[in-house]
């Protein structure tokens, strides 16, 4: 278009294109990212280059274009939009050569590199490299099922976080207590501490090797399953300095703390998949999950207001003494449990809760729906998901590819 310039302003060279009409400007630049396309081999779009003009003209598909020249400011992103027909994708991805048909088979093009290649070479990517040691145990402590050392390591976990659930349940038992606290049977409390400590240590080594092996540091106190790792392993220490400085480790003040064992439970999302279906759920159905517990709570507050002045309308109500003793009431009667300790003694009180029960089933069979539907389409979404990772994508004709792209988008769209 222009004679030579210098290099700095060639990098600032526009280049105007018209596709069925509507005009697009981009950087010279921009184009020769990609110098094996057609856009970006100055000889190969000259023939398209109207002089008077001033702009390369080209008679196709105006709304995919959008998306080539994207191609080429993103540097490399290509997308393939899921409602476009996978024949005009095909047509207008080989005709601006930004994948080479050949056979049954098609490859994609590369970004120009610093080395270029000798005539008539096909220029091959380098291999990716090896993985760190850190990006190694990364991938042990939180990628399960993906090497036989990670599936060591969550069999290891989970049999830990089991063992450690169990011995907390057996001593409440009070049979079992008594045996803790019998003088002859002493060793009993150190076999229920070391079962617990090597579990802590096991714990405490996964956190930290995750905590010194996370991308971001700050990412980490995002996860929602870290916090609970730390939870999980906070209440032995915080046992073990009570004993080392008071030589008791059941103060009824630890009482609590040692109820966050109960935490380790949810180590066992990490290391069963299905478990994550659940955690996707309540992420993609929080708005309704929230409109829920809004429209719950104001109907549980009315039922229990109304009933609450039905009942000491005449008298003064034997069960319904205060607003909480009526929300009690709301509460397990909206919950369809009904423990029968609260009741209506008026005729007005037990028509009203009569209309408060048909109301509790339809506040929890409505949202109920929507639970179902979203849990039916995020696990429809897992299994076509890991369909679609076991597929060799490199072997593919390049509509299958097309096809397949527009089919691992719906998944996660």
């Known amino acids: 278009m222009c004679p030579?310039?210098?290099?700095?302003?060639?990098?600032?060279?526009?280049?105007?294109?018209?596709?069925?009409?509507?005009?697009?400007?981009?950087?010279?630049?921009?184009?020769?990212?990609?110098?094996?396309?057609?856009?970006?081999?100055?000889?190969?779009?000259?023939?398209?280059?109207?002089?008077?003009?001033?702009?390369?003209?080209?008679?196709?598909?105006?709304?995919?274009?959008?998306?080539?020249?994207?191609?080429?400011?993103?540097?490399?992103?290509?997308?393939?939009?899921?409602?476009?027909?996978?024949?005009?994708?095909?047509?207008?991805?080989?005709?601006?050569?930004?994948?080479?048909?050949?056979?049954?088979?098609?490859?994609?093009?590369?970004?120009?590199?610093?080395?270029?290649?000798?005539?008539?070479?096909?220029?091959?990517?380098?291999?990716p490299p090896d993985l760190t040691i850190k990006e190694k145990l990364f991938t042990i402590v939180t990628v399960p099922y993906s090497s036989i050392l990670s599936n060591i390591w969550a069999l290891v976990d989970v049999a830990l976080i089991l063992t450690s659930i169990i011995a907390f349940t057996t001593e409440t038992e009070p049979k079992f207590q008594a045996l803790l606290n019998n003088p002859n049977h002493g060793h009993l409390l150190w076999v229920m501490f070391y079962i617990d400590a090597i579990c802590v240590v096991f714990f405490t080594v996964d956190l930290v090797i995750k905590f010194a092996c996370w991308p971001n540091r700050i990412d980490f106190f995002k996860q929602l399953l870290n916090w609970c790792d730390m939870i999980a392993v906070g209440p032995f220490y915080m046992q073990l300095i009570t004993y080392l400085f008071n030589g008791d480790v059941h103060l009824p003040s630890l009482f609590v703390l040692r109820m966050g064992r109960v935490v380790r439970l949810f180590k066992l999302v990490r290391r069963i998949p299905a478990l994550s279906i659940v955690l996707n759920i309540i992420n993609s159905s929080y708005k309704e999950l929230a409109m829920l517990a809004v429209l719950w709570s104001l109907f549980v507050y009315i039922s229990a207001a109304m009933v609450f002045y039905l009942e000491n309308m005449e008298s003064e109500s034997v069960f319904f003494k205060t607003m909480f003793h009526s929300l009690w009431w709301s509460v397990v009667t909206m919950g369809t449990v009904g423990y029968g300790d609260i009741y209506p003694t008026e005729v007005a009180g037990k028509v009203a809760g009569v209309f408060v029960v048909f109301g509790s089933m339809i506040f929890l069979t409505l949202p109920m729906t929507v639970i179902v539907s979203k849990f039916n389409e995020v696990y429809d979404g897992m299994v076509q998901q890991e369909k679609l990772d076991d597929v060799d994508f490199t072997s593919m004709t390049l509509r299958e590819r097309i096809v397949l792209i527009q089919t691992r988008e719906n998944v996660i769209n």
């Open 4 to 127: 030579a310039t210098t290099e700095k302003e060639a990098k600032k060279e526009k280049v105007r294109i018209k596709v069925a009409g509507e005009i697009f400007v981009t950087f010279k630049s921009t184009l020769e990212r990609f110098p094996e396309t057609l856009l970006g081999d100055e000889r190969s779009r000259t023939k398209y280059f109207n002089k008077e003009q001033q702009v390369y003209i080209f008679n196709r598909n105006r709304v995919f274009f959008e998306w080539v020249l994207h191609y080429y400011q993103s540097n490399g992103d290509l997308y393939i939009p899921k409602t476009m027909p996978v024949e005009i994708i095909e047509r207008e991805l080989l005709f601006f050569g930004i994948i080479k048909g050949g056979g049954t088979t098609s490859k994609r093009t590369s970004p120009q590199s610093d080395e270029p290649t000798r005539s008539g070479e096909q220029s091959t990517s380098p291999p």
